[in-house]
Every structure is written in C-alpha cells, then in structure tokens.
C-alpha cells in the first residue's frame, strides 16, 4: 500500500510526539476530521501492518505515514461511524476508534471539577462502565493537573502508554477518554508523563474495584444498578441512630473474624449470613468494620489505604459487599465503616508523587509526611483535595448505604504539632498549632454527609480535649454525631490492672470520667488497639487467679455497659479469649467450649439484651440529668454505685460494682424509691461462671434516707461483680 506524507495533515514534531507517547492534545489530529468534505481518520496502532475503516459496510484502506510506524490516515466516505481493521501477518482485529467518541464530562462537571466542589467526584471521575454515543464502554478520568499527558493501559492495549492518550478538560486538570468494548473485570492503570519526562504507574484515585495485592491495578467494576432492598431500615435508621437510643457496637476485623478450613478469610457473601446471625444472636445494634477500602499491606489492617473507593478484593467484589450491608439491615443492624483521610502509604501505584509533584500530599515533610506510620499526609488545604475526601464520605453513604464512619486518628489531624518535636512542624497561619485545614475538611465532610444522607452517624476517634467534637459546626464544633472516650478507656483499664488490694489508692480512676461523661456524646470503647502489640487480651489484663481474672472480666464489661455511654467491644472480647488478637488467624472460637469463656459471651449477650431493654441505660447516656452517683467515695471496699435515669415513665436502676474478691454482705446501700427493685443481671451468677451470690433476685427497699437517698435496703455485693436493680412497678 502506498504511503501518506505527512505533511499533508500533520507537522512532524506533533506525529513523532504521537508515536513516543508524549503529545498532550490526541483528538486534534487522531479519530476523524473534516477536510472540506472529506472525512479522513489517522489512527495509532504500533502493532499493526495495514489498517481499515469500515463505514456503513464499505471498506477504506487507511495508509502508513511515512516514517511513522503505526500511524495510519486516509479518507473514510461517508458520515456513519466506522470500526477500524487491523491486521499483522495472518491476525485480523476489529476495534471501536476511541478517538472517534466525543468527551462525557459535560460543562457542570467541568465547572465543579475546576472550582475543586464536585459534590459526588465520583460520578464524573473513575471508570464508569456506560453506553456513549451508542457504543458500551468504559469512560476513564483522572485529576492529573501538573502532568505533560496521560494514558489509560491495560490488556485491552497491552499496556502501552502510546495508544490510548487522553483528553486534557481545559483548566481542571482532569483527563478523560471513552474506551470502547472495555467493561467490567478489566485491570487498568493510569500511565503518566511528568513534567521532567518521567513515567509513574498509577492505579485509579477514584477506581471502584482493585486487583487481589500484591497485584496493583485498578479494576473497572460496574457499581449501578444495584438493586437494593433495604427501604425499611433506610427510613427508620434515623431514630435508631439517635443520641437517645441504644447503640452497642461490634468491632470486627473481617480477614480475621472467622476462617475457613482452607485458612482463607471470611467472604463478603459469607459474613451476610455467619456474622450477622452472631451479631444478632449477641444483641449488639451496630458491627463497625475495620478499613474495607482498598490496601495493599494486609498488616496495616486496612489502615493504609490505596484506594478509597473500592471496596477490598480480598473477601469478594463490590456487590458482595453490598449484599452483607443489605443483609445487616435486613437483621436490623447497622454498618459503619472505619474511614482513614489521615494519611496514605507511599506505595509508588497509589497517591504519592501521583503525577510527578506533591499532589495530594504536602511537599514539606514536616507537613506531609507521618513520622509513626511512615506515611504521608493529605494537603487539606487544596481545593481539589478536600473535596476528594469529603466526597468519599459521601459515596460509602450513597453508594454502599452505609449507616456510619468511625473517623481513624483525628487527633493526628487536627494538631500540627501530633508526635512531633520542636523544629518538626509548621504552624498555622496565626503561629498556632492546629491544623486549620484538616479541622475545616472533617468540618465540610460532617456538614455534607448530614446534610445530604438523613440518618447517619459520624464518630471520631479523638484522643486529646480538643474542645467540641461532637458538637454542631455552625456552633464551632467538628460536627461529629459520637466522640470515642478514649480518657474513659485508658483510665478503667489502668485501674482494672491493678491488684485489688492495691486499687482503694487509685478508686477516682473510676469516677473521673463522669466529671466529663457530658461534653461530648460519647461512646465507651475497648477497641483492636486495646489487644494487640504486647498489651494482652482483655482477659489477660486482669490480675489474680483464673477464677478471679473471669470475675474481674464480667464485673468490668457490667461496669462499662451501665456507665453512661454508647458501647463499643472488639471480636473476642465478648468471650474473654486468652491469646492477643492477630490478623494472621482467626479469634479463638475453640475456647468457647470452656464454661468460663462460655459466661463471659453470656453476660455481653445478656447486657446487651438488658441495654436495649432499659430505657433508663440508654436514653441520657449523654444527659447529666440521666445520671446520679449515690457511693462514689468507698474507696476502703472498691464499692461504686449509681442510679441511671430516662424519661419520666421509665423505671430507674440502680447499679452497684465490688472490685475487691471479698463477699460484702448486709452493705446498707441508698435507693431513690421504696418498694421491691428485681436483680435484672448480676455478673456473679453461676450461669456466667461466677459464684451464684446475690440477694435471690430481688431487694426490698424500705424508707429511711441512706446515701442521700429517700429509701434503704441491706444487699449482698458479691466478689468482683456488677449487679442492676430495676424498679418494680407498683
């Protein structure tokens, strides 16, 4: 076939650009192009010999272009669309011209995009599988701004950079490209050319599905259409997600929750059945999932993610995901997801360097890079990456209908200065140390989710007394709904260490919180962290005999599901398992074939069931008015005890705790009312492994004012145990 100069439609430095795959504007000299009335078409495709168009049935040779491989133009008769017809030796391919289709973002998408305030960023960019101008395909787009050209590869162009450039969107730096025949399961990247001419790797920022690690692509997953059948939950979560309801909340590691005999993990699809039916069975409201999105280090635990996105390969695809949702709320139970906008790895295929700068990251180490974890740190002040995140809050909720984001490390966000020395950090533009930018970016994630997504929560893991957590950003809060009390936490557990004998010196360790318990809407957690890296499990955290260790356990969790606060436990708390817990394997369900571990599961499932029940354990958990102490002082006996309110119809409780191993019988204690109040739980029953002593189910209080209290009665504290009285009704 004859050759076509090239001068005829092209200089020759933007055809040899073509070639190298170095030339940013592709559609103003590839597809096709009026030439009076003449339509021609050129086209690149390295591993060809000749190529066709065909048009309405009626083939047009395309000829090579002198001195350029793989490049092919000519005239193609007609206006109809046309397939282009390779062929290399005796192989014939037939394939949709990309560069034939027009662009998909639209002049909305191009405004928001640039102005860094696209709601739902990920709607116009990632891989979207649609029908464009009547062909199915994938529509690709990447925020790239400081990129010379990118490139979508994958096997559909066998990973060469050269083929499939795309379009640069005016001043947005977003590129885009419709790709024909590409659909869902295809592996793709982003190949980019930094200004230094360097080449970078990249998997999608917005990509809804990954490869399996230690595979780095991004996957083109099809995520509408989904067909979801959760409207009842989705109206009435609302209330259940309310400061005045009951919310106990299992923590779960799903690669560890359970394994199969094969040693592989749970599925998304097996965990919709197995988990939810535990859950259930345990009573707990809510299952908090560690970080689901995209990670490639499975001992990060999910807390280094790649990809925000997309859903983990590792227990099945997206829609999978999706079915365990629907199935928790199928049962009633609520999602949340751990969500991490504090950091990122550096893993060369994910966000760092993305298109050869400091893009989502800081340049500045001592803003940009996290000390403990080795990581890097979003810039939260970039316009386009605030709205990154924000929007990536909001797509779990839309989505993935998922009910709540617990917030990993805001402390680690909010301040400057977080684990850093003098000279590390820079301060804000006022000399000081928090982080203006990160404080507004958790400020506009909560004020989008609430106000778009009726019904959520959002909860922060919040370590320090940054005031106003959880309180409304229009009043200068965070706008969180649930702050973790992580003080409540590190106080209890230090003091549940201790020897008894030892703990009357350290007694306000169990009081202090309450001098706090109401300034932000609290959760009570004992978390993942809480059992791992040398800290033991909880039941190893307990001193004294096997018998005295189980006691402590019980008397604890009756403690914490009585103390003002939304409940948090982590898998394997529940029944009091001896090993830490380990990402490698699975929590040691064997031990529950021991009576002892056995009531440890039975006293968390029977709180839960008292929790839900008892208005007055939950409907002021962040009121003071729902809450009185009536011993806090009895230090010499270890002895604590309260009453917890609701609303003027609900019974009230009172709940007595003994820390020491000593029976404290005819302990004369101080009721708010008169008359018969039933032992609703007692942690020292025989059924949970304890030693049956109590007061036969139930106490009679009698008049004579006692603690400050209107009415009296003599009780049997057990050894190490919690009991809740509940008023009778007259």
Not at 100 to 116: N, S
Not at 496 to 504: S, T
Request: proline share 5%; net charge negative; with cysteine.
């Amino acid at each position: 076939m004859a050759q076509t100069d090239q001068k005829s439609f092209a200089d020759a430095t933007v055809l040899a650009q073509i070639c190298a795959g170095r030339f940013d504007d592709p559609f103003a000299i590839l597809g096709p192009h009026k030439k009076g009335r003449i339509r021609t078409v050129t086209c690149y495709d390295p591993g060809a010999d000749t190529m066709s168009a065909l048009s309405a049935g009626k083939l047009s040779p395309l000829a090579p272009v002198a001195g350029y491989r793989g490049l092919f133009h000519g005239a193609v008769s007609g206006t109809k669309p046309y397939v282009l017809i390779g062929q290399k030796g005796k192989t014939e391919w037939q394939v949709e011209d990309a560069y034939r289709f027009g662009p998909v973002l639209g002049e909305l998408d191009e405004y928001l995009l640039g102005e860094g305030n696209h709601n739902r960023l990920w709607t116009a960019l990632g891989a979207h599988v649609m029908t464009h101008e009547g062909v199915r395909g994938t529509h690709f787009a990447v925020w790239a701004p400081n990129a010379k050209r990118v490139s979508v590869v994958g096997d559909f162009n066998a990973w060469d950079g050269r083929r499939h450039v795309m379009r640069k969107r005016g001043g947005t730096g977003v590129w885009e490209i419709f790709m024909p025949g590409v659909g869902e399961g295809a592996a793709y990247k982003y190949e980019i050319l930094d200004a230094q001419d360097g080449l970078h790797l990249k998997a999608d920022p917005v990509g809804f599905g990954s490869q399996h690690p230690p595979e780095t692509a991004s996957v083109v997953r099809d995520i509408s259409g989904y067909g979801w059948s959760d409207g009842a939950w989705m109206e009435s979560r609302a209330e259940a997600q309310k400061r005045d309801q009951a919310i106990s909340i299992y923590e779960v590691h799903l690669g560890s929750w359970r394994r199969k005999d094969d040693g592989r993990p749970i599925s998304y699809k097996e965990a919709a059945v197995e988990l939810i039916d535990y859950v259930t069975y345990m009573g707990f409201t809510h299952i908090e999932l560690m970080p689901i999105s995209e990670y490639p280090f499975d001992g990060s635990w999910g807390y280094q993610p790649v990809g925000l996105f997309a859903p983990t390969i590792r227990f099945g695809p997206p829609h999978e995901f999706r079915d365990l949702v629907e199935a928790a709320h199928e049962a009633g139970l609520g999602i949340l997801l751990d969500w991490v906008p504090g950091h990122f790895p550096t893993d060369v295929h994910g966000l760092a360097q993305f298109d050869g700068t400091p893009l989502y990251e800081h340049a500045d180490p001592r803003e940009g890079f996290h000390q403990d974890w080795n990581t890097l740190i979003y810039n939260y002040g970039r316009h386009e990456v605030e709205n990154f995140l924000t929007s990536n809050a909001l797509y779990w909720f839309e989505e993935y209908h998922i009910d709540g984001l617990r917030v990993d490390a805001v402390a680690s966000m909010i301040y400057r200065d977080y684990s850093r020395k003098e000279g590390e950090w820079i301060p804000n533009i006022h000399g000081g140390r928090e982080n203006l930018e990160a404080i507004h970016m958790l400020q506009s994630m909560n004020t989008l989710s609430y106000g778009e997504v009726p019904g959520i929560m959002t909860v922060a893991e919040e370590s320090t007394a940054y005031p106003g957590v959880s309180a409304p950003v229009d009043g200068g809060g965070l706008g969180f709904g649930y702050k973790w009390n992580m003080g409540w936490m590190n106080d209890t557990l230090s003091y549940m260490a201790l020897d008894p004998v030892h703990r009357k010196h350290h007694h306000h360790q169990m009081t202090f919180g309450l001098h706090y318990a109401f300034s932000e809407n609290f959760i009570l957690p004992i978390s993942h962290d809480e059992v791992v890296h040398g800290k033991g499990s909880m039941i190893h955290k307990m001193p004294g005999s096997e018998w005295e260790k189980f006691a402590n356990l019980r008397a604890y969790y009756g403690f914490m599901w009585a103390h003002p606060g939304k409940k948090l436990l982590f898998m394997g708390q529940e029944f009091g398992q001896w090993q830490e817990w380990s990402h490698d394997g699975e929590i040691d369900w064997a031990c529950l074939v021991y009576h002892m571990h056995q009531g440890v599961q039975d006293v968390v499932r029977d709180l839960n069931a008292l929790y839900r029940a008892t208005p007055a354990l939950y409907a002021k958990d962040c009121d003071p008015d729902g809450f009185q102490w009536i011993e806090a002082n009895d230090a010499a006996h270890s002895i604590y005890a309260w009453i917890r309110r609701g609303g003027a119809d609900d019974a009230e409780v009172v709940v007595v705790c003994n820390f020491t191993p000593l029976e404290r019988s005819a302990y004369k204690l101080g009721f708010p009312q008169e008359g018969v109040w039933r032992e609703a739980i007692n942690t020292d029953a025989e059924c949970y492994g304890g030693g049956g002593r109590g007061n036969l189910g139930r106490i009679t209080a009698t008049k004579g004012e006692w603690h400050g209290q209107p009415a009296t009665a003599e009780i049997t504290v057990p050894p190490l145990s919690t009991m809740v009285f509940i008023k009778d009704k007259a």
